[in-house]
């Protein structure tokens, strides 16, 4: 799998957007994207996950740069309880979680 | 639908004793993971099943073994616990291996060997 790099952390003002930036320069083909958080140490929940396109779900929003050697995962309106570990991770079969980023978000 | 469960929540050990750790999945997914994540790190694979029937070993096998007991559960087993397997222990499960399938997550086991 692909080696991630991720800011250790990040703060973001509540109802803000949050911008979590990831570089994966030597992602291959066929390796996703996916981005997990895991609020305080339960087990990581999903957010989102894409390969070459741009992808929306209730959650987040993932940008892929068409040279997928980075993404971005955005969270529209941040909100307290958004405060979390997030895991960018580029991913063929098993999930290589790296340190992550720490957001806080501020009220 | 409970999702993924894993039993027991806490467990303290002694060095050198043995437990099995157990997880359920009710989603009908196939494949199954294992992860242990230390204090202030990231989550590493110990073992994985793709389907009932197959095992395989993940970065950090060494010092577990694993049980695909059916479709639905598969434990892991520590024959002989030491202090450095202190850690958080997660069960995953996912429809398939493949890239694009997207892994579920239990809420862990929280393991202390004395």
């Known amino acids: 799998d692909a080696k991630t790099t991720q800011p250790p952390s990040m703060d973001c003002a509540e109802g803000r957007a949050a911008n979590l930036p990831c570089n994966h320069s030597?992602?291959?083909?066929?390796?996703?994207v996916y981005w997990y958080r895991q609020i305080h140490s339960q087990g990581p929940q999903y957010i989102i996950h894409?390969?070459?396109n741009n992808e929306t779900n209730e959650m987040a929003s993932l940008i892929i740069t068409e040279d997928r050697k980075s993404s971005t995962l955005i969270l529209p309106h941040a909100t307290l309880r958004d405060t979390a570990v997030y895991y960018c991770i580029a991913r063929v079969v098993a999930l290589t979680f790296g340190s992550g980023t720490r957001l806080q978000v501020q009220p | 639908n409970a999702g993924v469960t894993q039993t027991p929540k806490f467990q303290v050990l002694k060095t050198g004793q043995s437990m099995t750790l157990q997880c359920a999945q009710d989603m009908n997914h196939n494949s199954m993971y294992w992860y242990r994540q230390d204090p202030g790190m990231g989550l590493r694979l110990i073992y994985y099943?793709?389907?009932?029937?197959?095992?395989d070993k993940g970065e950090v096998p060494n010092g577990y073994n694993v049980s695909r007991l059916n479709k639905r559960e598969f434990s892991l087993r520590l024959e002989s616990a030491a202090p450095s397997q202190t850690s958080v222990y997660f069960c995953a499960s996912s429809v398939g291996l493949a890239g694009g399938e997207t892994q579920y997550f239990g809420p862990g086991t929280r393991l202390l060997v004395l």
């Open positions: 099943s793709a389907s009932e029937g197959t095992t």
């Open positions: 894409g390969l070459k």
């Open positions: 030597t992602i291959s083909g066929n390796e996703y």
